[in-house]
C-alpha cells in the first residue's frame, strides 16, 4: 500500500522567514496530493491541494511543488507569521479507490516572532 | 459555510465496552471516511464508505469496528469492545466526489478508554 514520508518532523522560523515542507510516496498510481493545517486542538483543514497533472500550485504565500517521477512533492510558505503556526500533514491519495487519504507524519511548524 | 458536526466530542468509557461515535457529513456529499489519530501521531485512514456499504478498509479496522449509515443524515462509528489502545481522536471526514476531492473533516470525537 502507499505511504507517505515526511520531513522534517519540526521546523522553527523567524517571522518573514520561508519554510518548506517535503513529501515522498510509495505509489506511482497517487494522484492526488493535498496538504492539511491542524492547529492545537481542533480538525485538520485542507490549505492546498495539487493533482497529478499539474507540477505547481500555488495561493497567495502558499505553493505546492509535485514530482512526479521523484515521487515527491512540497510545500512552500513564504513571509512566514505567527498564525502559520500549526502542525501541518501532507497525504496522497490514490483517485482510483475511494479517495481514502494517507498522511505523512505531520510538521510541527513554529513561527517566531 | 456547511461543516461535517462529530458527537459527543469527548467520550470516555471502560475498557471492553462499546462506543460508537457520531457524526453529520454535509449533505450534499456522498463519500465518508473514518480516520483516527492517536496523540501526537498521524492522521491514519480507518474506513470508506460509499452507497451504504464499505468500500475500502485499512488494517486497523478488524472486526471489533463497523459503520452504518442509520438514516440519510448520521453516519457511525461503532467499536464493540474497546481497549486501551483505541484511545485517540477519530475523526470523520465527506467528500462530494471520491478521489481528487477535498476531503471535509469533522472537529473529532476525543475517546479515551480506561
Known amino acids: 500500500g502507499e505511504n507517505v514520508e515526511q520531513h522534517p518532523s519540526t521546523l522553527s522560523v523567524q517571522e518573514g522567514d520561508s519554510a518548506v515542507i517535503k513529501c515522498t510516496y510509495s505509489?506511482?498510481?497517487?494522484?492526488?496530493f493535498p496538504w492539511y493545517k491542524q492547529e492545537l486542538g481542533k480538525r485538520p483543514q485542507l490549505i492546498i491541494d495539487?493533482?497529478?497533472?499539474?507540477g505547481e500550485k500555488k495561493d497567495q504565500r502558499i505553493a505546492v511543488t509535485l514530482n512526479k517521477t521523484a515521487k515527491h512533492f512540497s510545500l512552500h510558505i513564504t513571509e512566514t507569521q505567527p498564525e502559520d503556526s500549526a502542525v501541518y500533514f501532507c497525504?496522497?491519495?490514490?483517485?482510483?479507490?475511494?479517495?481514502?487519504?494517507?498522511f505523512g507524519k505531520g510538521t510541527k511548524l513554529s513561527v517566531k516572532p | 459555510e456547511p461543516e461535517v458536526t462529530q458527537t459527543p466530542s469527548h467520550q470516555v468509557t471502560q475498557m471492553g465496552q462499546e462506543v460508537i461515535l457520531r457524526c453529520v457529513p454535509i449533505?450534499?456529499?456522498?463519500?465518508f471516511y473514518w480516520y483516527r489519530q492517536i496523540l501526537g501521531q498521524k492522521v491514519e485512514f480507518l474506513v470508506s464508505?460509499?452507497?451504504?456499504?464499505?468500500?475500502?478498509k485499512s488494517e486497523i479496522f478488524d472486526d471489533q469496528f463497523s459503520v452504518e449509515r442509520p438514516d440519510g443524515s448520521n453516519f457511525t462509528l461503532k467499536i464493540r469492545s474497546t481497549k486501551l489502545e483505541d484511545s485517540a481522536m477519530y475523526f470523520c471526514?465527506?467528500?462530494?466526489?471520491?478521489?481528487?476531492?477535498?476531503?471535509?473533516f469533522g472537529p473529532g470525537t476525543r475517546l479515551t478508554v480506561l
Open positions: 471526514a465527506s467528500s462530494v466526489y471520491r478521489g481528487l476531492n477535498e476531503q471535509f
Open positions: 505509489d506511482s498510481a497517487s494522484n492526488y
Open positions: 495539487i493533482r497529478s497533472n499539474v
Open positions: 497525504a496522497a491519495g490514490d483517485g482510483g479507490s475511494q479517495g481514502n487519504l494517507i
Open positions: 449533505s450534499n456529499h456522498l463519500y
Open positions: 464508505f460509499y452507497n451504504n456499504e464499505i468500500s475500502e
